[in-house]
């Protein structure tokens, strides 16, 4: 039982970071916010900080790193054909997830680069994606390679556009184009009413 509550008065204290470190962070660029200024708002003391992270960058990627495994569990809930074959359902849910978590991935995005912090998320997804494929499959040639960066990048282009659309579209819609551009391209994506 003592445990359970630690758990939970941790989860507590991380959930008033994060939400003084959003709030903070829409003021004021995140390398010029202070530890003290963030306990101050979160209303914890410099030390209980301290016993978490080390400072606003440690806050960061603990967020990245979270958003990565939730991404990656929902890459893992689908076997690499069903992946594959239902490519559309699974950017649906992640759309949805980056919905959900907009507040953290606008954070992300104002306190990192894109491609950093978007591309582990994707890479989440894409690298269990392509386990349905033959192993005969060179995925270190110049094709592939190419191939992977690009819808990477295109992946993340549109995250980002829907972001500073203030989400405008729905998850759904925005995942259904994304879905059609990776697997039919330019051509598909024009199809997508």
């Known amino acids: 039982m003592e445990r ?39 209303h914890i003391h410099r030390n209980t900080f301290y016993l978490h992270y080390t400072d606003v960058y440690s806050v960061l990627s603990e967020i990245e790193e979270n958003m990565c495994r939730d991404i990656k569990h929902m890459a893992e809930k689908y076997t690499p054909d069903e992946l594959r074959d239902h490519v559309g359902d699974v950017t649906a849910e992640a759309f949805r ?23 582990n998320l994707l890479e989440s997804i894409f690298e269990r994606y392509l386990t349905a494929y033959p192993k005969s499959f060179d995925r270190n040639s110049l094709e592939f390679q190419v191939q992977f960066q690009y ?7 549109i995250v980002r556009y829907w972001f500073e659309q203030d989400f ?9 184009l994304t879905g059609q551009l990776l697997i039919k391209g330019i051509q ?3 199809q997508v009413s």
């Open 4 to 42: 359970e509550t630690t758990d939970k008065r941790t989860e507590k204290t991380k959930a008033s970071i994060l939400q003084a470190l959003i709030s903070l962070s829409k003021k004021k660029e995140i390398n010029e916010i202070s530890i003290r200024e963030l306990t101050e708002a979160a």
């Open 168 to 176: 405008t579209q729905s998850p759904e819609r925005m995942a259904a």
């Open 188 to 190: 598909g994506a024009t």
């Open 97 to 119: 997830y980056l919905y959900e978590q907009r507040e953290s991935c606008i954070l992300l995005l104002r306190a990192r680069s894109m491609v950093s912090s978007g591309k």
């Open 151 to 157: 819808c990477t990048a295109g992946a993340l282009g």
